[in-house]
């Protein structure tokens, strides 16, 4: 991977040597102040070496908007596809966001207008969730 | 780019990441924080790698819950935050952040990258210079460290 030498990314997740992806993603810090750590070995630990495949904002982006993981917005080239099914709305209708008696700021409201209603479509089973994603994605990228 | 060039940051250069997990009582989500966020996304000193909601049921039964799915404050605009989420947590993480959350509470996690690193050493690398290290330290390894040179 280009940019920083290989051996001091801080990625926790990334210490474990074995390439596949660790049991867990979220390590929290201990916030135990009782630790005895008379033994500990310097207080600057060079991660180890990790093959960090490139272009991780480019997988990271292939599932989110592309506007989040990397702010080049000018060089955001093609827009990321759809959002993964996860953001498909559940069975219950969407009633809590669209009760919500919005006071946005001048420019979102349009888009959070647009939005409510495309939530209101999918709930009502008039659009797939494809569609949805694909409504959403172009709304969100205006 | 290697670390003898002195190329910019391009897209594939990887500033440290964090994460911070946050609970909201009785799931009322609050603005402030988002809007901070969204401000710092927007400058470019922060990227947003993942943002993900966790509800914690007054059973104690907790789960990934989207954000269409719950209530949301008047004057939260989670609609901007609509495809941060690039659903990176699995099972064993979300059953780490509701150990921590109250029973009917709501946690968001956003797992950030610290992209301001990123321009203070294209920085001294436009120049000659050359970052040959780089890592976290937490906060217990710290304390540690200050109490093993107190002691001396």
């Not at chain 2, 690039?86 to 968001?108: F, H, K, R, Y």
Request: glycine fraction near 8%.
């Amino acid at each position: 991977m280009v940019g920083y030498p290989p051996a001091t990314l801080w990625l926790p997740w990334m210490r474990l040597s074995a390439p596949d992806r660790p049991q867990r993603f979220l390590v929290t810090e201990p916030r135990d102040e009782t630790d005895d750590k008379e033994s500990i070995v310097g207080l600057l630990k060079t991660a180890a070496t990790a093959a960090v495949a490139s272009s991780v904002h480019g997988r990271v982006q292939r599932r989110q908007q592309a506007r989040w993981a990397a702010q080049d917005q000018s060089a955001a080239g093609v827009p990321a596809p759809a959002p993964p099914a996860q953001y498909a709305t559940p069975a219950q209708p969407q009633q809590t966001y669209a009760d919500s008696t919005p006071a946005p700021p001048a420019g979102a409201s349009d888009r959070l207008a647009q939005l409510k209603q495309l939530g209101e479509l999918l709930s009502a089973g008039l659009l797939t969730t494809a569609e949805f994603e694909q409504e959403k994605a172009r709304i969100l990228s205006v | 780019m290697t670390a003898e060039t002195q190329q910019g940051s391009g897209d594939d250069d990887l500033g440290p990441i964090d994460f911070l997990a946050i609970e909201f009582p009785q799931g009322r989500l609050t603005a402030s924080g988002f809007e901070k966020l969204l401000s710092l996304a927007d400058q470019g000193i922060v990227g947003i790698l993942d943002m993900e909601f966790i509800a914690k049921d007054a059973d104690g039964k907790s789960k990934k819950v989207d954000v269409w799915q719950f209530a949301v404050p008047a004057d939260v605009d989670l609609a901007a935050w609509a495809g941060a989420s690039s659903g990176l947590l699995d099972d064993s993480d979300v059953d780490e952040i509701a150990a921590s959350m109250q029973p009917g509470s709501v946690a968001v996690v956003v797992i950030y990258e610290n992209r301001w690193v990123l321009g203070l050493v294209d920085a001294w690398r436009h120049d000659g210079a050359r970052l040959i290290a780089n890592g976290g330290i937490p906060a217990g390894d710290l304390v540690a460290a200050l109490d093993a040179t107190e002691r001396t």
